[in-house]
């Protein structure tokens, strides 16, 4: 008989596209949440959390990278539903809205924050599963609504550590290309699923405009492109002329807003849905302007469309516009961090009547990694005291010291390894960040005091003090174990100082 072979260890990794999180990212990002939430409640919105998990016929079918499988979700069939977890945080939110309408305050403004999760082909920096915070209102068809949201997207990215002047938030309106498609004869206001292949194309290359530029978007809106890597992508199969009128679009920014309102006016003139989106462009202007946000903060750009299917009107995208290297080392700006819009059909899938909503989404790790490279955040935070333990019989004592230490608002741990190699112990600190160390021998507690090792000063002396830095200020000190939290206290607060 043949033997039977062992199973192979499984492999310890994620899966591709996903990554894990440790302490400090997970600190500077709730960090993060907690500044954005501030703002977001000082305009009267309310937290919500929802259910990560969403049946595929209430998430519905809008993203754009359709090639997908499940068409860019990743769900599973449970009895007679299909099940998906959720790909961002608005769709779940007009099924919440449809459900609980009756007992929500209309409108209703709610914020939320947390992960989603997307079945697209991951690359550098760009991971299936990452973080959102959405702020929405639902039940308002006041372009004041849209004006709202981009001032409140402004104060946010202000508030978290985004110098003005590093960040410009863009707006379009979506019924302004459609006007300009109609125009261009994709779109058929008689026949509104005709064309809509080709609009989706259309769309999701001009949401490239910044990475292939405007002749690889003239080829998408074509025959198609290949790229560098010889991988074809096919067009929507324009003809010259009506590819003109859309890149005419893409090209309708002027040196001033009044310049932009009047070339988008032109582009879209005998559209009725185009001249809505026109003057609705020109409302959310006048409207920021009057809260004090020029175009230096706010400004209208065609080329702005979002990638998702479901906008019906006003579209927003936050960019930051300063440089940064990328892994060729060639300078490019940051690029997006932020993007939303109006979404007047959402809700209506599940009431068959049209309730307005807009709202706003960022990226969460994007805004992250875009204040680090700013220095906003990303210094290492101190980890916890550790105390350590010089005779394992007395464990009772070295726990109430952590005890103490905690509910003095110290954070604090007793080293709980192998205890007979000391210097193990120091090294363990020294990987944790610590601080401080504590040490308490047979010797110290019959004489009743503690040693207090300050881990930080003493790496610093190490490197570069002199004698006499030494002698006017050591790296450990001996205390009466009454004052330990006294003693503790100063050594931060000291520590907290020389930074």
């Not at 960090?31 to 049946?55: C, H, N, P, W």
Request: with cysteine.
């Amino acid at each position: 008989m043949a033997k039977q072979k062992k199973a192979p260890r499984p492999r310890a990794v994620p899966p591709r596209g996903f990554r894990d999180y440790f302490g400090t990212d997970v600190s500077e990002r709730s960090k993060m949440l907690r500044e954005i939430a501030d703002v977001y409640q000082l305009y009267g919105f309310e937290q919500l959390e929802s259910s990560a998990i969403e049946t595929v016929e209430a998430l519905g079918k809008f993203l754009p990278d359709v090639d997908r499988p499940n068409e860019g979700v990743f769900a599973w069939l449970e009895e007679e539903d299909w099940l998906a977890l959720r790909y961002d945080l608005t769709a779940p939110l007009a099924r919440v809205y449809a459900q609980h309408r009756n007992e929500l305050p209309n409108p209703y403004r709610r914020f939320a924050m947390g992960p989603v999760w997307r079945n697209e082909k991951p690359g550098p920096g760009r991971f299936r599963q990452f973080y959102q915070c959405d702020a929405d209102t639902v039940g308002s068809a006041s372009m004041a609504a849209d004006a709202e949201i981009c001032a409140m997207l402004s104060d946010t990215l202000e508030r978290v550590g985004i110098s003005r002047g590093d960040y410009i938030i863009r707006v379009n309106n979506r019924k302004v290309l459609n006007g300009v498609m109609e125009v261009a004869g994709v779109l058929d206001p008689l026949d509104p699923d005709r064309f809509t292949n080709e609009r989706g194309i259309v769309l999701r290359a001009i949401d490239k405009l910044d990475r292939l530029g405007l002749e690889g978007v003239r080829q998408l809106l074509g025959e198609g492109r290949k790229d560098d890597s010889g991988d074809f992508t096919k067009g929507a199969g324009l003809g010259a002329g009506q590819a003109e009128i859309v890149m005419g679009f893409m090209q309708a920014l002027g040196d001033t807003t009044v310049r932009t309102l009047d070339n988008l006016q032109a582009l879209v003139a005998g559209s009725g849905v185009g001249e809505t989106g026109v003057d609705e462009l020109r409302q959310i202007s006048d409207l920021v302007v009057a809260q004090g946000y020029e175009t230096d903060r706010i400004m209208l750009d065609p080329s702005v469309v979002r990638g998702l299917g479901y906008y019906t009107g006003p579209v927003y995208e936050a960019e930051l516009t300063f440089k940064i290297k990328d892994e060729k080392g060639r300078l490019r700006q940051f690029g997006s961090v932020a993007g939303g819009g109006r979404y007047d059909d959402l809700v209506k899938r599940f009431t068959g009547q049209e309730v307005p909503a807009t709202g706003i989404s960022i990226g969460v790790d994007r805004l992250l990694a875009a204040l680090r490279m700013k220095g906003r955040v990303g210094q290492t935070a101190p980890g916890p005291v550790v105390i350590t333990v010089m005779d394992r019989d007395r464990m009772s004592d070295y726990q109430s010291m952590a005890a103490e230490l905690r509910a003095a608002g110290i954070r604090a741990e007793v080293y709980l390894g192998n205890p007979k190699n000391f210097g193990n112990q120091l090294k363990y600190a020294d990987k944790r960040k610590s601080p401080i160390a504590i040490i308490e021998g047979d010797v110290e507690k019959a004489a009743g005091i503690v040693q207090i090792k300050d881990l930080i000063l003493g790496a610093e002396l190490a490197k570069k003090a002199s004698l006499e830095e030494w002698k006017a200020r050591p790296s450990q000190i001996e205390s009466p174990r009454a004052e330990l939290i006294e003693q503790v206290r100063k050594m931060l607060l000291a520590q907290a100082l020389s930074e």
